[in-house]
T-cell receptor, first 115, second 114 residues
Framework: AQSVTQLDSQVPVFEEAPVELRCNYSSSVSVYLFWYVQYPNQGLQLLLKYLSGSTLVKGINGFEAEFNKSQTSFHLRKPSVHISDTAEYFCAVSLNAGNNRKLIWGLGTSLAVNP | DTGVSQNPRHKITKRGQNVTFRCDPISEHNRLYWYRQTLGQGPEFLTYFQNEAQLEKSRLLSDRFSAERPKGSFSTLEIQRTEQGDSAMYLC????????????FGSGTRLTVV
């Protein structure tokens, strides 16, 4: 079975500072990896995904993530955050084989960007 | 294409009443998923469809919950005899068959059972 652990439930940061949101996963088979963002009272929006190939993945809004197979991690980074980045961020995995593309989710990291 | 549409956005109901939510996926997406999300938690998988076939249901989906996708297009999620524990955000998402690109989510339906 797969599982996802987001190591920080809350991350406070000042505007224009860099940020890293940490995600580790557990799986006995290969997976696809995703980061989603959720603004208050909204649905989830895909930030970026890792399917294969280059381990550094760039997404929307200036975010990027690096897949590290040996450490089973997929940490999300942004070099300089804005107030508007304040939101809940979710890491998720799905199997990359077979018919099932069900997503397994972490509990989320609440990013609070302060002026 | 207007993305995934969910209606209603908000629903307040009395305990014991039945409620039905609707999801209209992206038209060319043949996979449709329902998730439930409570405050401070990640989404929990409920069920998914490939076209009109319901391929998997979570143990979370008690016999009070039923989902349909009769023509492989829109889907409905019905909760019978609602309980206060059913209060949550119900999220619908769709994807192409391969699903590798991740899902596109709707804005959700927030259910409050009073």
């Amino acid at each position: 079975a797969q599982s996802v652990t987001q190591l920080d439930s809350q991350v406070p940061v000042f505007e224009e500072a860099p940020v890293e949101l940490r995600c580790n996963y557990s799986s006995s088979v290969s997976v696809y990896l995703f980061w989603y963002v959720q603004y208050p009272n909204q649905g989830l929006q895909l930030l970026l995904k890792y399917l294969s190939g280059s381990t550094l993945v760039k997404g929307i809004n200036g975010f990027e993530a690096e897949f590290n197979k040996s450490q089973t991690s997929f940490h999300l980074r942004k070099p300089s955050v804005h107030i508007s980045d304040t939101a809940e961020y979710f890491c998720a995995v799905s199997l990359n084989a077979g018919n099932n593309r069900k997503l397994i989710w972490g509990l989320g990291t609440s990013l609070a960007v302060n002026p | 294409d207007t993305g995934v549409s969910q209606n209603p956005r908000h629903k307040i109901t009395k305990r014991g009443q039945n409620v039905t939510f609707r999801c209209d996926p992206i038209s060319e997406h043949n996979r449709l998923y329902w998730y439930r999300q409570t405050l401070g938690q990640g989404p929990e998988f409920l069920t998914y469809f490939q076209n009109e076939a319901q391929l998997e249901k979570s143990r979370l989906l008690s016999d009070r919950f039923s989902a349909e996708r009769p023509k492989g297009s829109f889907s409905t999620l019905e909760i019978q005899r609602t309980e206060q524990g059913d209060s949550a955000m119900y999220l619908c998402a769709s994807s192409p068959w391969t699903g590798e690109g991740g899902y596109t989510f709707g804005s959700g339906t927030r259910l409050t059972v009073v």
